[in-house]
T-cell receptor, first 113, second 115 residues
Framework: GDSVTQMEGPVTLSEEAFLTINCTYT??????LFWYVQYPGEGLQLLLK?????DKGSNKGFEATYRKETTSFHLEKGSVQVSDSAVYFC????????????FGKGTLLTVNP | DAGVTQSPTHLIKTRGQQVTLRCSPK?????VSWYQQALGQGPQFIFQ???????QRGNFPDRFSGHQFPNYSSELNVNALLLGDSALYLC??????????????FGEGSWLTVV
C-alpha cells in the first residue's frame, strides 16, 4: 500500500538557519505530493503541493521538488524564523482520489531566536 | 468566510460508550472526509462522504460510521469505544468529491479521550 516516510524529529534550529526535512514515498502510479503544517493549537494547513514529476511547490519561502526517480519530496527553506516552529507533515494522494491523503508521522520543528 | 468547524473541541468518554463528532465544511464545499490522528502520528484516513454517501473508506472497523446531511455537514460516530480510540479527529472539506487539484481544508479537530 501507499506509505510516506519522513525524517524523524524533533528538529531544532537557530533563526536564519537552513532547513531540510526529508520525505520519501511509496505508491503506484503518479501520486500528488503535499506538505502540510500544523501550528500549535491549530488545524492542518496546506503549505505546498506538486502534482507531477519535476514540479516544484513553493509557499512562504518553503520549497519542495517532486523527484520521481528518487521517490522524494524534501522540504527546504533557506532561512527559518521562530514563527516557522510547527509540526510538518508530508503526504500523498493517488489518482483521482484527492481526498484520501496518506500522511507521514510528522516532524516537529523548533526554531530558537 | 468560515472555515471548517468541528464540535466539540474536547470530550472525555468511558470505554464502551458511544460518541458523535460533528463537522461543518467550508462554505461552498460538498465533500467531507474524516481522519484520526493519534498522539505523535500522522492523520489516518477514516472515510469520505460525498452526495450523502460514503465513497471511500480506510482501514477502520465498522464501529466507525458516519453520515452526511443535505447541507453537507457531517457526523462521525464511534461505538463501543476502546482506549485506543483516544485521538484527535480531524474533519476535512473540499469540492467536487475530492477532485484532484482541489485544495483540502482541515478543521482544528476534536480531541477524544477514552478512559
Amino acid at each position: 500500500g501507499d506509505s510516506v516516510t519522513q525524517m524523524e524529529g524533533p528538529v531544532t534550529l537557530s533563526e536564519e538557519a537552513f532547513l531540510t526535512i526529508n520525505c520519501t514515498y511509496t505508491a503506484t502510479g503518479y501520486p500528488s505530493l503535499f506538505w502540510y503544517v500544523q501550528y500549535p493549537g491549530e488545524g492542518l494547513q496546506l503549505l505546498l503541493k506538486a502534482t507531477k514529476a519535476d514540479d516544484k511547490g513553493s509557499n512562504k519561502g518553503f520549497e519542495a521538488t517532486y523527484r520521481k526517480e528518487t521517490t522524494s519530496f524534501h522540504l527546504e527553506k533557506g532561512s527559518v524564523q521562530v514563527s516557522d516552529s510547527a509540526v510538518y507533515f508530508c503526504a500523498l494522494s493517488r489518482g483521482g482520489s484527492n481526498y484520501k491523503l496518506t500522511f507521514g508521522k510528522g516532524t516537529l520543528l523548533t526554531v530558537n531566536p | 468566510d468560515a472555515g471548517v468547524t468541528q464540535s466539540p473541541t474536547h470530550l472525555i468518554k468511558t470505554r464502551g460508550q458511544q460518541v458523535t463528532l460533528r463537522c461543518s465544511p467550508k462554505s461552498g464545499h460538498d465533500t467531507v472526509s474524516w481522519y484520526q490522528q493519534a498522539l505523535g502520528q500522522g492523520p489516518q484516513f477514516i472515510f469520505q462522504y460525498y452526495e450523502e454517501e460514503e465513497r471511500q473508506r480506510g482501514n477502520f472497523p465498522d464501529r466507525f460510521s458516519g453520515h452526511q446531511f443535505p447541507n453537507y455537514s457531517s457526523e462521525l460516530n464511534v461505538n463501543a469505544l476502546l482506549l485506543g480510540d483516544s485521538a484527535l479527529y480531524l474533519c476535512a472539506s473540499s469540492l467536487g468529491g475530492g477532485h484532484h487539484g482541489n485544495t483540502i481544508y482541515f478543521g482544528e479537530g476534536s480531541w477524544l479521550t477514552v478512559v
